[in-house]
């Protein structure tokens, strides 16, 4: 065996060595991307039910912030304050969900009942009122998108839901 044919097996030993090395790569981001999007998920889902947890377990704040959704006016200085705050808690999350979405962290199905939740909240009077007086501290994207977007499955309102007779 000449030097020459040596060169060539070694070029293609070489070769196999970095074809494995990529595909190995490949496969290690892959897993990489899994975790991540598994973590964002969860992420959103403890931060979301934490601050509902925060109004589920105070019945006259909960009624407070479905009453503000319908008419955010109607709620004296005190009570706007505070469900300012909760508002701008919600819209927060939001606002990292579709941040998360847009980067690939949030699939598209997960995404959807998120938004759909999102705008619907958004769609609400009350909130609408709201929103007008504080929609400059959100990126002009997340504003962009809330104010062109449109559902595309409307789902109850929160005083919809509390509203329903046990019958229904």
């Keep these: 065996?000449?030097?020459?044919?040596?060169?060539?097996?070694?070029?293609?030993?070489?070769?196999?060595?970095?074809?494995?090395?990529?595909?190995?790569?490949?496969?290690?981001?892959k897993k990489n991307t899994e975790t991540e999007r598994m973590r964002t998920y969860q992420s959103v889902v403890a931060d979301f039910g934490a601050l509902n947890g925060t109004m589920s377990s105070t019945p006259e704040l909960s009624y407070l912030y479905v009453t503000a959704l319908e008419n955010f006016g109607e709620l004296d200085p005190d009570e706007r304050a505070r469900i300012s705050q909760l508002f701008f808690a919600t819209f927060h999350y939001f606002e990292n969900m579709f941040y998360q979405h847009r980067k690939g962290y949030l699939e598209d199905d997960v995404?959807?009942?998120?938004?759909?939740?999102?705008?619907?909240?958004?769609?609400?009077?009350?909130?609408?009122?709201?929103?007008?007086?504080?929609?400059?501290?959100?990126?002009?994207?997340?504003?962009?998108?809330l104010e062109t977007s449109r559902i595309d499955k409307v789902i109850p309102s929160y005083h919809d839901v509390t509203s329903m007779t046990t019958s229904q």
């Excluded at 065996?1 to 490949?26: H, K, W």
């Design 111 to 145: 995404w959807r009942g998120w938004k759909r939740l999102m705008l619907t909240y958004y769609s609400r009077p009350g909130f609408r009122s709201w929103w007008l007086l504080r929609r400059d501290v959100y990126s002009d994207s997340f504003v962009t998108f």
């Design 1 to 29: 065996m000449s030097l020459n044919e040596l060169g060539n097996i070694g070029e293609i030993v070489g070769s196999i060595g970095v074809f494995i090395s990529l595909l190995y790569l490949a496969i290690q981001i």
